[in-house]
C-alpha cells in the first residue's frame, strides 16, 4: 500500500511539473523572442523555496505547485498579483498615487522598450498564447513519440469469439471459433486488418458498400462465405455483429486484483464465475456486474490449468457510472510504424483529445453533467497513479490529455487565465490601441482570482468527499 500511494505521489508531481514547464516555457520563450525583460520564470506559486539567478532572470520554486508564472517587467497590476504570497508583496496597491509611484519605481533600470507593455499587441498576443499552444505541442509530442516508440498496437488472432444475434455476421454462416484468412481477397493476419476490411467508415457509406467475401478454416477446412456490414444509422457507424476470441491476459496493473490474484500476462482465461468465455468483452461483462462478489477465475498458463477467487473493486469509468474492475487489459502486439505515420496518428490523437475535451465542457457548462464530473487535485493525482501502476506509457497518455485539457481551459476568456489577457487585449485593439483602464483590468482580474480560488476550494473539498466514499 505505501508503494502505491508513493507511485501515485511520484506520478501526480511528474504530471503537474511537465504540464506547468512546458507551459511557463511557452511564455518564457516567447518574451525572449520579442526582447521582453523576464524577472522571475517560477514553477509553482506562492511562497519561493529554492531560487537562483541566471542573467537578468531568477529562477524559482515555489511552495505551491498547482500552476506557476512568469513576471515580466512593464506588466502592470499583474506582477503585484504574482507578488501575491511570496513575501515580498507591495507596500502600496496599484491604482494608488503610491502603488504606481512604487511600481514605477520598480523598473527604473529596465530599458522602457523592454517592457512588456511598450510592446506591440500581437506581440503581446503571441506570449499569451504561447502558453497554452506550447501544452497543445506537448500533447502531440507525446502521442507521437508513445506510437513511434511502442508501436501501434493490434490484436494478433482472427478467430472469431462471439457474433452479436440479429447482426449480418449471424446470419451469413460465420460460427464461434472459425479463423478468417481473408477478407475480399486479403490476407488477414490480425483483427485490426479485419475490422479495416469489413467496416465502412460512416453510415454516409451506406450506398457504396457491397457485400465480401470471406475465407474462413472451420476445423481444418477451408470455407468461403459471404458478409455485409450491417448498418446501425442510430448509432452513425456500422458494425460486422464480430468479436474477436481474445481471452489472453495482456498488462496487469500492479496493485489490482488480477494482480493480488496472480494473474500474469500471456494467460489464457477459460472460465469467469462458471461462463465459458471467448471474447474479452465476455469477461469484462461479468466482471463489471460482480463489484465485491467473489467470483472463480480459470486459466491456463505454460499448459497446466490454474484458478482462484478474486471479488473485482468498484471503479468509476465515467462520471456517475462505476462497475467492477480486477484491473487486466486485453492481450495486443505491436507493430513498429515510420515516423511519418506516427506524426499522423499522433495529431489525429489530439485532435480526437481536443472534440472530446469540448465536449465535456460544453456538456458541464450547459448543466449536463452532475457533481461526478468535476475533478480537481486529489483526483488527479489519483488518475495519475492509476496510470503508473499500468505502465510508464499509460502515464504519458494522461500527460497528453492533461496537457491538452490546460490548453483550452488556459485560453477561456476568464480574467487572470491567458484567455482573460487575450480579451482585455481584444478590447484594446477594437479601442484603436488604447488599452483597457488598469484599474478596471485589476478589478476583473481579482474578481476572476476570488472565482478561480472558491472554485479550486470547491473542487478539492469534492475530492474529499468523493475519495473518502461519500
Sequence with gaps: MINIWIMGIFAFMLTLVLVVVVHELGHFLFCKLFGVYVKTFSIGIGPKLLRKRWGETEYVISAIPFGGYVKMAGEGMMEEIQDTGTWEERKYPLGTEE???????????????????????????????????????????????????????????????????????ATSGLQVGDRLLSVDGEEVSTWGQVLAALAPLSVEDAAEATSLSVTIER?????????????????????????VWNTTVGLVQKGGKAAELGLQTGDLITTVDGQDVTSFNSIARIVNDAPGREIELKWVRDGVLMDGLVAPKLQEIEPGNSVGRISIERYFESEKVSFGRACQLGAAQTQDTIVRTVAVLRDGIMGRLGLDAVGGPVRIGQAAGEMLRWSFSHLMYFVAFFSVNLFLLNLMPIPVLDGGHVLFLIFEVIRGGKPVPERLQAIATQIGLIILLLFMTFVIVLDVWKVSGH
Design 99 to 169: 502603488g504606481n509611484l512604487e511600481a514605477a519605481g520598480l523598473d527604473d533600470d529596465i530599458p522602457p522598450e523592454r517592457h512588456f507593455f511598450n510592446k506591440p499587441a500581437w506581440q503581446r498576443g503571441l506570449v499569451f498564447v504561447a502558453g497554452p499552444l506550447f501544452n497543445l505541442v506537448l500533447a502531440f509530442l507525446l502521442y507521437t513519440t508513445l506510437v513511434f516508440v511502442g508501436g501501434l498496437r493490434d490484436i494478433p488472432f482472427t478467430t472469431i469469439g462471439l457474433i452479436h444475434e440479429d447482426t449480418v455476421a
Design 219 to 243: 476445423d481444418g477446412l477451408t470455407e468461403n462465405l459471404t458478409l455485409a456490414p450491417c448498418s446501425i444509422a442510430s448509432e452513425g457507424y456500422w458494425t460486422n455483429g464480430l468479436e
